[in-house]
Structures are given as structure tokens and as C-alpha cells.
């Protein structure tokens, strides 16, 4: 099979010594610049694997002693042996045991003596050879830590920050669970990176919005930045189960037992109400921005119907009003990570990412575009700043159209009302599948075909005034590119990949732990429409977030929708289309009764940001087509070429 190695060359640190001090000793002083790349100069193989206990100061399973974190750690030898301390790449997880990571859901393994024999994914095999520690974690209450886990608050969050604070020395840590022997993080500088997809990812986002030091820059992947966003949408609910669900689903078998008063914690503070509680409030690391101290390197796939995309639109938009240095990648795909859609310039970003914030080697990476997309399968472009510069937000109004339920949508204000009935049987696809035709289960309106592309970037907000004939009411809000395309078939069980049996190699290998792995291809579908971005609300949380009510029937109510972050452009031909209807089958719960809804549109209106906002649409709608002469985007004349990796 294949092998393909993401390095320039494997030296022998024999050789790698040789060639440090002919540089340092024998190169003109003039010529002597900063290193650029760290490179894999230390054995793997003979690595130093140990495992600590980290204090937590928290005793949330309630048995009269502080609750100790497992954090398993492979660092090189070498540098240890010379005096010299090394940065840290961290992931700290609830999966380790129960579910494992990566595309191939690989778990923690161990040898007879306890010592950590696998990691999951490759970072590892890929940084520890390069001069990092890697450090996984047990959060608490899951594989070999105390406590409970209470899914993403203080006992979650505390789990990994207490690592953090002992590699920085403000910790205390143990040999074992229950030992006196203490152990010191002396081979450390303390300079951390956390990484992680989903769960992984949004510990990262905690731990950074706790302000803790030493923490030097987060890349988290498909992450959550307030949990009540992932459990309910302004009200309506997104998941039948609870945090108290989750909880009891990765919490290891010997903690579980004295964790009930967690979970009924979880539960009674996590109504299926949809209401705002302090339970979330806890577990909303968008109010804590300003606290953070680290770099952000997102990334995240426009079509994840998981952890969907208002999560990094609100932490995204949050970090940039406190001035915090991020990066971002947006992808087509759903809940799916870089290294299993764009493999190759993935793991030399990302080295290139921790090279510079971790070793502080200029190696320019901060000077390049901000902004990553995926604008076709396997065709990225970039962005200088995200949203791009000159984005503002136009306000789109719906009207009324020459055939009775099918509207159009242009900058005039319009008069008149659309009526649908919801239901529950159909779902965004439905509805944008019969965009031109009348159907009683949604209100559309669309623009003509355009005269030129049309860009959207960042976050639109949908107002909506309805009236309904029942005491409960869900809304959806959904924009929709109307025309032919080739995409990612997210909506695939794999979310827009396709999983082969060759596999490559990122970095270097042990008997019991592989750094080679399957190779993806992008799994593609030929569609007439692409639903760009969607946002959902129960009405009757109109007024507060902390207490929905009852609707009066027959009484009109006024509710903006958050919509989802996205960059999509919509070409010359095809039309942008907005819905507004009631239950989104499989992505929200309908409510309990059945209602029909008026919408008064003099009343309703989409505010989405463009490029070039509402002179851009006024220009796209006009008529009149342009030449497909080529595009600058933001100042750049064409997208960063991808590097080509050649195989070995």
C-alpha cells in the first residue's frame, strides 16, 4: 500500500546533532536566521511515556477526597536528557475509553504496567518526534480519572485547566490515583496548545474563556461555544435527551455509581422547556471572551447539523470584539475532521500553526490569509479577514409574489401576509425541493436569477412576525441557493467523505501504535438547490430566553432568528431563496400542537451579511449579467495553492 510522510527528510539525531552545530558554528553570523520548521529529530520509539494525577480542588463524586485527573504523556527523551524543556500539544477528552477518536475511533491502550501504548489520531507520532510532550486527558469521571463528568461545566472545564496549571507549576500532581508520591512537570516550559474535534474541541474553548495562563493558542474542531446552543435553538428543541444523557453515555463504570446527583443536577437544570437557566449560563464560554489569553485556530463544516455553526459564529464574532488573533477554516462537509477532508495541507498548517505559537518560530503563517473556505469539494479559497472586508449586512424583505405562496425577495418593504400550517413530517429539503410551487407547510420567496455572484459571509438574523391559531409555535428560517451544483453529500452517514483502505503515514510508528491511517476521498452529490444556512425558535420564547409562554391564538408576535454562520456564494444564474416555516423534520422537535401561522411581512425581514451588502444584492439583481472576467478575493488574485505531497 502507499505510504506518504509529512516530513522532508528522517534523520537519525546523530546526524540531526551534526548538522545543528555545522549551522551554528560554521555559518556566516549573518546568516544565521531563526528556524522556520521544527523538524523530527528525536526517536518516537524511545520516547518517555508516563502518566500523572492532577489535582483538581474539586471533589464532585463525593467521596471526601479531591478528584485526581489522569493525563497520559509521551515526550522525547533527548531534550530531557539535555536540560531543555519542551512546549506541549494537549487533548483532553471523555472518549479515551468508551468511544474513541478519529475516523477510525481509535481508544487509549496500555501495557501491563499502566503506561500509555497507544494515543488516538497522529499527533503524537507527529509532534513528539518534532520536540513536543503530547498530553491526553482524562476529563474527570471518564477512563481513569475521579469525579463526574457534568458535560462542559466547572467539573469538565476544571479537569483540563488543573493540567494546564501544573505544566505551568501552579498545580499538584501524582504518580498514581491514590498515592502521596508527587510528580513535577520540570521537562516542561509550560507553553500549551489544546486541540480537539467536538467534545475535545469544546473543552478548549473553556479552558481558554478561564483566562489560564501558560494556555498559548486552541484549535478547536466542530466545537461547541455554548452548550445550550447545541441542546436547543432560542427555545425549540434540537435533541430529544439531556446533558444528563451524555453524561451517563462516557462516564467510566467505577464512577458512575456516585455521580446520580450530578446527572439529576444535569437534568433538572436542562428543561425540555427550552428555557435559559443558570445551568447554561455556566456552560456559555461566549461571555467569557474576553478573558482569552490564547490564539484560535477554528475550524469547522458549514453543513454540521451536530454542533451546528452559530457555535463558532458567536465565538468567532465574540473573540474578534476583544482583539484575540484567530485563524479559521470552513469546509463543505458536516461533523468531520480537517485530517478526514484536506489531510495533506492540514497537518502542515497545523505544524506550521504550532511552530509559531508554541515554539515562536516566524515562519509567516501569521501574516497569511485569515480564512480558509471550501467553496467547492477540494476547491478552497481564502480570505483575508473573515467575514471578507467590505461584508455589511443588507436587509432582505419578503413579498408577496404573482402566484399565491410563492413570494418574492428584494430591499423594498412590502405589504400583505403569507399563511403555512406546520408540519412535522417535512423538513428544509422539502421545502426547498418545491421552492417554485405553492405548498401549505412553508412561505417562500425568491430573488430572479442573479447577474452576478452574490457572497455571504458571517451570521444572518431573520425577523419574523406571525400570528398563530395555537397556544405553541415552532419557526424555521432558512436560506436556500437555487440552481444546479455539485457539493459535499453531507447529509451522507459519513457527512461527505468516503472512507478507503489505503493508508498514509504522519510521522513515525510504534508496534502498538500506527501512525498510519485511511485515506479519504470527498463524497460528492448533484443538487438543484444547497441549503445555505438555517435557524430555528419556539415563538413563545419571543419576549425572554429564561421563560417561554404560552402563545394567545390570534394575537401576532415578532421573534429574530439567529441564523447559522456560513460563506457561500450563490453564482450568476441561480437564485437566492428565503423559507419561513414551522418544524424542521429531524432538527428540531415540533411543539405540542399543530398551528397555522400568518406571517405579516411588512413586519418580517432577513438581514444577511454580503459582500459588498445591500449595493452588491441591488447590483446581482438588476437584470443584467456581467463577464465572467476574474475575481479578486480580498486583495488576492487567486486562492493559496495547496502544497502537493508526493508519495514514498
Not at 443536577?265 to 456559555?284: F, I
Not at 476583544?322 to 470552513?330: A, F, P, S
Request: with cysteine; charged share 20%.
Amino acid at each position: 500500500m502507499p505510504k506518504r510522510t509529512r516530513t522532508t527528510i528522517w534523520r537519525t539525531l546523530a546526524t540531526a546533532a551534526v548538522a545543528v552545530l555545522t549551522a551554528m558554528f560554521l555559518a556566516p553570523a549573518a546568516a544565521q536566521a531563526g528556524p522556520r520548521q521544527s523538524e523530527p529529530v528525536y526517536s518516537y520509539a524511545d520516547a518517555i511515556r508516563e502518566s500523572v494525577w492532577v489535582d483538581t480542588g474539586l471533589d464532585e463524586d463525593g467521596d471526601g477526597r479531591s478528584d485526581r485527573v489522569a493525563a497520559d504523556i509521551v515526550r522525547p527523551a533527548e531534550p530531557a536528557r539535555q536540560g531543555r524543556e519542551v512546549p506541549v500539544v494537549m487533548d483532553a477528552s471523555p472518549y479515551y475509553s468508551c468511544c474513541g477518536r478519529g475516523n477510525e475511533s481509535q481508544l487509549k491502550t496500555y501495557d501491563a504496567q499502566g503506561r500509555v501504548v497507544q494515543m488516538p489520531l497522529f499527533l503524537d507520532n507527529y509532534f513528539v518526534p518534532r520536540g513536543y510532550a503530547f498530553v491526553g486527558v482524562d476529563l474527570a469521571g471518564t477512563n481513569r480519572s475521579d469525579g463526574c463528568v457534568d458535560v462542559g461545566g466547572r467539573s469538565d472545564i476544571q479537569s483540563a485547566k488543573a493540567v494546564v496549571d501544573w505544566l505551568n507549576g501552579r498545580a499538584t500532581a501524582y504518580t498514581s490515583r491514590t498515592g502521596t508520591t508527587r510528580a513535577e512537570a520540570t521537562w516542561t516550559n509550560g507553553r500549551t496548545g489544546m486541540i480537539g474535534k467536538s467534545w475535545d474541541g469544546t473543552i478548549a474553548n473553556g479552558v481558554a474563556a478561564t483566562g489560564v495562563k501558560g494556555l498559548k493558542t486552541i484549535v478547536p474542531i466542530s466545537a461547541i461555544s455554548s452548550w445550550y446552543d447545541y441542546y436547543f435553538a432560542q427555545g425549540a428543541p434540537l435533541y430529544d435527551g439531556g446533558p444528563d444523557e451524555l453524561a451517563g453515555y462516557v462516564e467510566s463504570d467505577d464512577t458512575q455509581a456516585r455521580c446520580a446527583a450530578v446527572q439529576r443536577r444535569l437534568a433538572d437544570g436542562s428543561p425540555s422547556s427550552g428555557d435559559w437557566t443558570p445551568l447554561w449560563t455556566e456552560r456559555d464560554y461566549v461571555k467569557d471572551a474576553a478573558k482569552v489569553r490564547a490564539s484560535v485556530f477554528v475550524v469547522h463544516g458549514m453543513q454540521d447539523l451536530n454542533v451546528r455553526t452559530k457555535n463558532f459564529g458567536q465565538w468567532w464574532d465574540a473573540l474578534a470584539r476583544h482583539g484575540v488573533q484567530r485563524k479559521i477554516w470552513l469546509s463543505q462537509t458536516g461533523h468531520v475532521d480537517p485530517f478526514d477532508f484536506r489531510r495533506g495541507a492540514w497537518v502542515d498548517t497545523l505544524h506550521r500553526w504550532f511552530d509559531h505559537e508554541l515554539l515562536g518560530y516566524d515562519n509567516g503563517i501569521d501574516r497569511e490569509p485569515t480564512a480558509d473556505v471550501e467553496r467547492h469539494p477540494d476547491q478552497w479559497v481564502t480570505s483575508a479577514a473573515w467575514p471578507p472586508r467590505g461584508t455589511r449586512t443588507a436587509v432582505l424583505r419578503p413579498a408577496a409574489g404573482s402566484r399565491a405562496g410563492v413570494g418574492t425577495l428584494g430591499l423594498r418593504r412590502a405589504s400583505g401576509t403569507e399563511t403555512f400550517t406546520d408540519d412535522p413530517r417535512l423538513s428544509e429539503t422539502d421545502w426547498a425541493a418545491h421552492l417554485t410551487t405553492a405548498t401549505p407547510e412553508k412561505a417562500g420567496f425568491l430573488t430572479a436569477p442573479l447577474g452576478r455572484d452574490l457572497r455571504l459571509a458571517g451570521s444572518a438574523r431573520v425577523t419574523v412576525t406571525a400570528t398563530p391559531t395555537t397556544a405553541s409555535a415552532h419557526l424555521s428560517a432558512v436560506l436556500v441557493d437555487v440552481g444546479p451544483d455539485t457539493i459535499r453529500d453531507y447529509a451522507d452517514r459519513a457527512e461527505g467523505i468516503t472512507t478507503l483502505t489505503d493508508r498514509t503515514c504522519w510521522g513515525e510508528s510504534t508496534a502498538g501504535d500506527s501512525a498510519c491511517f485511511k485515506e479519504t476521498r470527498a463524497r460528492t452529490a448533484a443538487v438543484d438547490y444547497t441549503v445555505v444556512s438555517r435557524g430555528w425558535a419556539d415563538l413563545g420564547h419571543y419576549a425572554s430566553a429564561t421563560e417561554g409562554v404560552p402563545l394567545t391564538p390570534g394575537r401576532a408576535y415578532t421573534m429574530t432568528l439567529d441564523l447559522a454562520a456560513t460563506d457561500h456564494v450563490v453564482p450568476a444564474g441561480h437564485r437566492l431563496a428565503l423559507v419561513v416555516a414551522g418544524t424542521d423534520k429531524d432538527l428540531i422537535d415540533p411543539p405540542s400542537t399543530t398551528p397555522t401561522l400568518s406571517v405579516d411581512l411588512s413586519r418580517t425581514a432577513a438581514k444577511v451579511p454580503l459582500v459588498g451588502g445591500a449595493a452588491a444584492f441591488a447590483r446581482a439583481t438588476s437584470g443584467h449579467a456581467v463577464s465572467a472576467a476574474p475575481r479578486i478575493l480580498d486583495g488576492l488574485r487567486a486562492p493559496r495553492a495547496t502544497r502537493h505531497v508526493p508519495a514514498s
